[in-house]
């Protein structure tokens, strides 16, 4: 099993910026990748942004040029650095780690982009 935390949530005015994290424990040896979706009210969950245990990323074209996936792998932890955030940005924002044959969740964090 794998247990993901994830932090850094909150309310921003548009064109700010927050910095999430999400801390990973217990079976992390098999991890392949760990990234984030996000999940709008109404709306189906959408990918966002993925880093590998290579070190690549990849980005949804709707964050791509103001959102950072970066890992940690001393601390197991991924952060999302969101810049020029927008309204349409507002979300829970969902970690999630990946092996082979299991993907694992966090609880999600809250992220509102509002003046």
């Known amino acids: 099993q794998v247990q993901l935390v994830e932090s850094g949530g909150g309310l921003v005015q548009p064109g700010g910026s927050l910095r999430l994290s999400c801390a990973a424990s217990?079976?992390?040896?098999?991890?392949?990748?760990m990234g984030w979706y996000r999940q709008a009210p109404g709306k189906q969950r959408e990918w966002v942004a993925v880093f590998s245990k290579t070190g690549g990323t990849n980005y949804a074209d709707s964050v791509k040029g103001r959102f950072t996936i970066s890992g940690d792998n001393a601390k197991n932890t991924v952060y999302l650095q969101m810049n020029s955030l927008k309204p349409d940005d507002t979300a829970v924002y969902y970690c999630?780690?990946?092996?082979?044959?299991?993907?694992?969740w966090g609880q999600g964090t809250q992220v509102t982009v509002s003046s």
């Open positions: 217990g079976s992390i040896f098999s991890i392949n990748a």
């Open positions: 999630y780690a990946t092996r082979i044959g299991s993907t694992y």
